[in-house]
């Protein structure tokens, strides 16, 4: 089943992989390569759990087949990025870096860490008929955050590392006044208000009742005693609007959560050799899995430059438009982004002036 799940991972990421600006015959033979090498690790582990030694102990194997999870999890994740990613930015050792990055890292780490122990806690608690519930619950989310903040954790250092060299070492620095900056804010948030997808309740009433209609089924062939079946069905339902109601509360509350966010940035735009930093948010020209697609000039509804990268999550991607407003004074930059970003880009359509310099 690891096998399978490794394999359908693989083939899901290959057509990002290729379209990729990183992309080489090279990397992909480590690739494959690595690949083989996490199958036979997954071969291994499953025959060392279901040998003889601890195959008399259900309790031993979920133990130890949790932990070989966690571990090929982690290290495959890791190993692929040093691949895929290799580039990191070289600082000097007297050189500070910036946070930003891991320290929102730390935060969901916390979080996770807040939400072990208080399932470790309702285990205690609990009759010794439901202990196996909070424990259970606790365990799948550890297998599946676990891997996912190992790996955001080593790229929010990369970050970091990307955004230190930036700001310490910019092709372009642009600082707006408080009042440009406040200007630029109130159209930006009117830009995405007309971008962005509407909240459709009819949408979400159909959601509910199809999750409802599984949730029967499953009722219906599970057996048992009408009663608590009847209880588990209504409390998966109330969970399942809970869900959309809380939804709908992150939808209405994230212009003002957004006002806030870039309100609260810095009134100023990096431009460097390994990326821009902007709004309070750092992006890299070029990852296997996010890179610049397009650099151009807007000038409605004010003079900015607009960054178009394509970003992939598996077989599927998305565009991420980035806006930065160009300050009065500084439009010869613009030749200088150019030539810097033609550079450092080379598959990407840019244009910022009438001709590259």
Excluded at 13 to 32: D, E, I, N, Q
Excluded at 147 to 175: C, E, K, S, Y
């Amino acid at each position: 089943m690891l096998v399978l799940i490794a394999i359908l991972i693989v083939v899901g990421s290959l057509g990002a992989w290729r379209v990729s600006p990183l992309y080489s015959l090279k990397s992909t033979f480590k690739l494959a390569g690595a690949f083989l090498l996490l199958v036979a690790v997954i071969l291994g582990a499953e025959r060392g759990i279901f040998s003889k030694p601890v195959s008399h102990s259900p309790i031993a194997q979920a133990i130890l087949g949790f932990v070989a999870f966690l571990v090929i999890s982690i290290g495959a994740s890791v190993g692929i990025v040093r691949i895929t990613d290799k580039h990191v930015a070289q600082l000097p050792s007297s050189v500070k870096l910036v946070t930003l990055h891991r320290h929102k890292i730390y935060k969901w780490i916390f979080r996770l860490t807040v939400y072990l122990l208080v399932s470790a806690a309702a285990a205690l608690v609990l009759p010794s008929p439901w202990t196996w519930a909070p424990m259970a619950v606790g365990g799948f989310v550890l297998m599946v955050c676990g891997p996912m903040l190992g790996l955001a954790f080593m790229m929010a250092r990369r970050n970091d590392r990307g955004m230190t060299a930036v700001i310490t070492n910019p092709w372009v620095h642009w600082q707006y006044t408080p009042e440009q900056w406040k200007a630029w804010v109130t159209k930006e948030l009117a830009w995405e208000r007309a971008t962005e997808t509407q909240w459709s309740w009819k949408t979400a009433l159909i959601f509910d009742l199809f999750c409802a209609g599984l949730f029967a089924l499953g009722v219906l062939f599970n057996g048992g005693i009408t009663g608590e079946n009847l209880a588990i069905f209504s409390g998966l339902c109330g969970l399942m609007v809970l869900l959309t109601l809380i939804l709908y509360w992150v939808v209405r509350t994230h212009p003002g959560r957004r006002s806030r966010q870039l309100l609260a940035a810095s009134p100023e735009a990096y431009f460097g050799d390994e990326g821009m930093f902007c709004d309070g948010a750092y992006m890299q020209w070029i990852l296997s899995g996010r890179y610049l697609l397009e650099a151009k000039l807007q000038s409605d509804p004010a003079a900015c430059v607009v960054l178009v990268f394509e970003s992939f999550n598996g077989s599927t991607s998305v565009k991420i438009t980035k806006r930065i407003p160009i300050p009065e004074d500084r439009a010869a930059d613009l030749a200088i982004l150019q030539q810097k970003i033609d550079v450092s880009c080379s598959t990407a359509s840019v244009h910022l002036v009438s001709h590259s310099v």
